[in-house]
């Protein structure tokens, strides 16, 4: 390799320590969500992509260097990296391939321990710098294995959730992995020749790399502009949608059931409440946070003169739920014993109604499932959930919306809920938008009927 291929090499794993950077900074802005931005599939398309980049021209290098054991395990690891970066983004544009996941990420971290113990103990020793990266990078793909692996069989729901927070860490460490790599080619630079071999054959080879980093800069700063912005305009709406619903209903509250456990929601009361009347009550589950769509509708403007009730909100705190997610700690009964605790005047039992999008609709499912007792009417949103449970909820009144096209929560989850209950008798509504994703809330939130249909539901 001549200096113009060190130069390369060395700016394209810096492009891949800016994006690990870039992508550490948003999801610690929004967590999970970062998924759902519309700019984030471009981003991660391009992130990958640099990435192959630069590890074909550090397979060269170790090629070059008779490293024959780290070229190989790297072959191996990038491949696996490369699957892996395959599925992921099947996942995110059809939502299918997810049950492959897990089992690809524990392949590629395993394969990475091998590639990073051999930068330890092979031939690359000799490198201050690799023999660094190797340790660093055997330590984090270790804690991550075993992280994977603890997750996947550990009983204890508290457990698991400090695991994926230390795994979320781990993860983002593993972006310090380019830069100590860069550091090993910043001190071999400065001994190589200016002098470039001449042959066309390497010549072609740098005009194609020097193509390929210009074009990998460009797409990584306009693309990451577009997701940090993304992600602050996001975030600023979930806040301030969010301050409105705490300061509607009077400041959030707190209940602690009979095991010390804690639930933060809000209740925001009708307008003109009276506390001779009866109101339903409609507990919107949350994706995330306080961010419950139908709970920002129902609560202010002709929606809730038109509407009158209690809205119910429990906060949604990261890494959690409201059960239906495998591997995400459920909330449902903290949330059925909030329901039950309630003691304003004018609640109607008879009318309680639960609403939610994407994992608030997860939750929906759960809910009726587990407790039809408690509800009148269920309206999950972009959700799913399971099928063998789905004859609990025959006497509860189901309108369920879907985009066919969700990359996020694949439409078969909407579909095999509703085809269960109506096997076991009962006649939910289903309605499926043919060119929409995941984010259908406003076509929902316009049906004609629907919320009319939502508020003349009463149990027996």
Not at 88 to 101: A, F, K, N
Not at 149 to 168: C, E, F, H, T, W
Not at 227 to 250: H, M
Request: hydrophobic letters at 45%; a positive charge.
């Amino acid at each position: 390799m001549n200096k113009n291929l060190y130069v390369f090499l060395i700016l394209f794993l810096g492009l891949s320590a800016a994006n690990s950077l870039v992508n550490s900074l948003v999801s610690l802005l929004l967590g999970t969500d970062i998924v759902v931005l519309d700019s984030f599939i471009a981003w991660f398309v391009v992130a990958n992509i640099t990435a192959v980049m630069g590890s074909i021209l550090l397979l060269k290098y170790f090629y070059c260097r008779n490293y024959r054991f780290a070229f190989f395990t790297g072959i191996i690891t990038a491949t696996a990296n490369l699957g892996l970066s395959i599925i992921v983004y099947i996942i995110l544009t059809s939502g299918e391939l997810r049950s492959y996941y897990t089992l690809a990420l524990l392949f590629s971290l395993c394969i990475s321990i091998i590639y990073a113990a051999g930068l330890v103990f092979s031939k690359t020793r000799g490198r201050f710098w690799l023999k660094v990266a190797g340790v660093y990078f055997f330590v984090i793909s270790v804690v991550l294995v075993s992280i994977l692996i603890a997750d996947m069989y550990s009983p204890v729901a508290q457990a698991n959730i400090i695991l994926r927070k230390i795994g979320q860490w781990a993860s983002r460490a593993v972006g310090l992995v380019p830069i100590l790599y860069m550091m090993n080619f910043l001190d071999e630079i400065k001994i190589l020749n200016k002098e470039s071999t001449g042959a066309p054959a390497q010549k072609r080879l740098e005009n194609v790399f020097g193509l390929a980093v210009i074009t990998a800069l460009l797409f990584t700063v306009t693309l990451g502009v577009l997701l940090i912005t993304d992600s602050y305009s996001k975030l600023n709406w979930q806040k301030d949608k969010a301050q409105q619903l705490v300061t509607l209903g009077g400041g959030a509250r707190n209940f602690v059931d009979g095991k010390g456990n804690s639930l933060d929601y809000i209740l925001i009361k009708p307008q003109n409440y009276d506390q001779q009347k009866k109101y339903p009550l409609v507990v919107c589950l949350p994706y995330g946070g306080y961010a419950a769509p139908a709970a920002e509708l129902l609560s202010v403007g002709v929606s809730r003169s038109t509407y009158p009730a209690f809205i119910f909100i429990p906060f949604c705190p990261e890494g959690q739920g409201w059960g239906g997610i495998p591997g995400v700690r459920s909330m449902d009964v903290l949330v059925y014993e909030t329901i039950t605790s309630l003691a304003e005047p004018g609640i109607d039992v008879k009318r309680r109604y639960v609403t939610g999008v994407s994992r608030g609709a997860y939750g929906t499912w759960q809910f009726i499932c587990t407790r039809p007792d408690l509800f009148a009417a269920a309206m999950p949103v972009s959700g799913g959930g399971n099928p063998k449970l789905a004859p609990k909820s025959v006497h509860v009144a189901v309108w369920a919306f879907n985009g066919t096209k969700d990359r996020n929560v694949p439409v078969s989850g909407s579909r095999d809920m509703i085809a269960a209950i109506k096997k076991a008798g009962g006649h939910p509504e289903y309605t499926e938008f043919p060119d929409e994703g995941h984010n259908i809330w406003d076509r929902v939130s316009k049906t004609p009927g629907l919320w009319d249909w939502l508020f003349a539901q009463k149990r027996e």
